[in-house]
């Protein structure tokens, strides 16, 4: 059976409130609910370097904590998945939530502007059939004894293109939910949430979907066995897929390449120094080195190797998120009176989900993120450079328009 290869994402934001409150099908928000009014004019902001360097700042924050909760494991997560689900959740934070939220997301820019950046990134995101990445986002409400202000849902309209429906939030709405999630990543995540309690108010899903093949497709004659150093001193042998690129990455003692899909992204591998493990060399990283060696690519010949791999991450970032600076949020003296002026909330819990499969034809890759709210044969020269991914390494897929990396990971080990 012919696979089909592309990498998706969703994120899904549960609201909670400890008052109770409903059961018919879900329907489209009505006015009042949905916020008829609009921004007259959107203005999005391209991607600059003060942008980018606290992209990638938050990533790195980001990663570092959950690889460390991660015991050595392979791990990858998508920044770009949990920076449009915990933004979308700042545009109702208020006071010192909303400060906490914001500095820990944007760092001096504001929120206002972020979403600005945000729209950019999401709209001017490629669609074709070799290379595309969509982006979606749906709010859903409960129909009884919860009203939302519509600033909120027309804020996270106008810059994240926010549907909004109302629903019973019963087992109705879960099945609309995971049919939702299901369709807008192309089947590659049936189902985000088992069940609604009496305490959930609003359910903020948002999904992404990169779908794209090699720019240079591998030959058969490019697939040779070789054997792939895991972290434990034990092998494996794996069919790698061998390539001649033309941007070679450099950076501290640490070596890398670039292989493009056929569209504006890329595949980065990187082998850290021989003496370092890829977590170590990430913490010696931030967000202004990332994105230089993101950027500061050089024109040389670099004979590739990547060995295909695939696994799965589950993590919980309700502990991660508050060390890195919004503390309150999860607070019982959280403020997101910008959602609800009748029902006062707090984020409870943050789940995020990843799948990636690399192969010779492309990748295929899933994350779903969860915020909960409650109440409170080639010619060698001397030139060439050598990066064949055969021990532990770490990769990225690149966004190449603004040199941040939608997916970040690292491969400490591959199964026969």
Not at 74 to 96: F, R
Not at 112 to 131: F, G, I, K, S, V
Request: aromatic share 10%; proline share 5%; charged share 25%.
């Amino acid at each position: 059976m012919k696979r089909k290869y592309g990498t998706l994402l969703a994120a899904v934001l549960l609201l909670q409130t400890l008052t109770a409150c409903g059961t018919d099908a879900p329907q489209p928000a009505v006015s009042g609910q949905s916020g008829a009014v609009y921004a007259a004019e959107i203005e999005p902001k391209a991607a600059d370097e003060p942008f980018c360097t606290q992209q990638a700042d938050f990533a790195l924050d980001l990663f570092r904590r959950v690889y460390e909760t991660k015991s050595g494991e392979n791990v990858m997560l998508s920044p770009y998945s949990v920076m449009q689900a915990m933004t979308m959740t700042a545009n109702g934070a208020a006071g010192d939530t909303r400060t906490e939220m914001q500095q820990v997301l944007g760092g001096d820019i504001p929120l206002e502007t972020l979403d600005q950046y945000l729209y950019a990134w999401r709209t001017e995101q490629p669609h074709t059939d070799r290379c595309k990445l969509e982006t979606a986002n749906a709010i859903w409400m409960r129909d009884k004894d919860f009203t939302v202000r519509p600033e909120f849902l027309n804020v996270n309209r106008e810059w994240f293109g926010a549907d909004s429906f109302l629903a019973p939030f019963d087992q109705s709405t879960v099945k609309e939910i995971n049919g939702w999630v299901k369709k807008h990543t192309d089947d590659m995540i049936p189902k985000v949430i088992e069940r609604l309690s009496p305490q959930n108010m609003m359910v903020l899903v948002n999904a992404v979907c990169f779908d794209a093949k090699w720019k240079d497709k591998y030959e058969k004659d490019d697939i040779k066995t070789r054997d792939f150093l895991n972290a434990d001193g034990t092998t494996t042998e794996v069919e790698m897929m061998y390539s001649d690129e033309h941007s070679y990455l450099s950076l501290d003692g640490a070596e890398g390449f670039l292989r493009d899909y056929d569209g504006p992204y890329a595949f980065a591998g990187i082998l850290p120094p021989e003496d370092m493990s890829p977590d170590e060399y990430l913490a010696s990283l931030d967000g202004k080195s990332l994105y230089k060696l993101l950027t500061d690519v050089q024109e040389n010949e670099v004979r590739a190797g990547i060995p295909p791999f695939a696994f799965d991450t589950d993590t919980e970032l309700q502990g991660i998120l508050p060390e890195m600076g919004m503390p309150a949020a999860f607070s019982d003296g959280a403020d997101f009176s910008g959602i609800s002026e009748d029902v006062p909330l707090r984020i409870d819990a943050v789940i995020h989900k990843t799948h990636v499969e690399v192969d010779a034809e492309g990748t295929k890759a899933a994350a779903v993120t969860a915020v909960t709210l409650r109440e409170n044969g080639v010619l060698v020269t001397e030139e060439t450079k050598f990066v064949i991914l055969d021990r532990p390494f770490i990769f990225m897929i690149v966004d190449t328009n603004t040199h941040l990396p939608v997916f970040l990971g690292i491969v400490k080990s591959i199964s026969a």
